[in-house]
Structures are given as C-alpha cells and as structure tokens.
C-alpha cells in the first residue's frame, strides 16, 4: 500500500525511504540512513494482493569501536624492555 510503518518511537521517520520512488514497479527496497545500534531489529516487507505474503529481515548494526589509547611504560633505550600498552572501549 505504497507506506513504511515505522513502529512506534523508532526514530526513523526522518531516515527511512524507498529507494525507488514507485514501490509498485516490483522494488519496495527501502534506505536506511544515518545507522545507529537501536535501528538494529527485525524488519518486515509486506506485500497485499489476493493474498499476504510477508518476509522478515533481522538487522544487526554493530557500534563503530573507539579509537584505541596507546602508550609505553619503561625506557626507550638499548638493552632494556618496554612494555607496549592498548586500551579501547
């Protein structure tokens, strides 16, 4: 019936759209822009002739890591040790 249900506090009414302006034409791909972890979730495409014929997706956005903190402990000099150290969240 040519519309996206958002669900209800999803945030995606402003980032969420068909890619083909006329989902009829047989593509009722939709877009989905500025990914964030609460978009992942399992989406439905819906399709309503004589009868319903419905296909789940499961989509999974992963966070993006940090940037990692690194540094040295101990002398940088000829002969001794080191100790190379990484941290990210």
Do not use: M
Request: hydrophobic share 30%; with cysteine; charged share 20%.
């Amino acid at each position: 019936d040519h519309h996206v249900n958002y669900g209800s506090g999803s945030g995606l009414q402003d980032r969420v759209a068909f890619v083909n302006s006329d989902p009829s034409q047989y593509d009722a791909s939709i877009r989905l822009a500025d990914l964030q972890v609460s978009d992942t979730g399992t989406y439905q495409c819906r399709v309503k002739k004589n009868t319903v014929a419905v296909h789940e997706v499961i989509v999974t956005v992963q966070e993006k890591p940090a940037t990692p903190q690194c540094w040295t402990e101990g002398e940088l000099i000829e002969g001794g040790s080191i100790l190379l150290r990484c941290y990210s969240r």
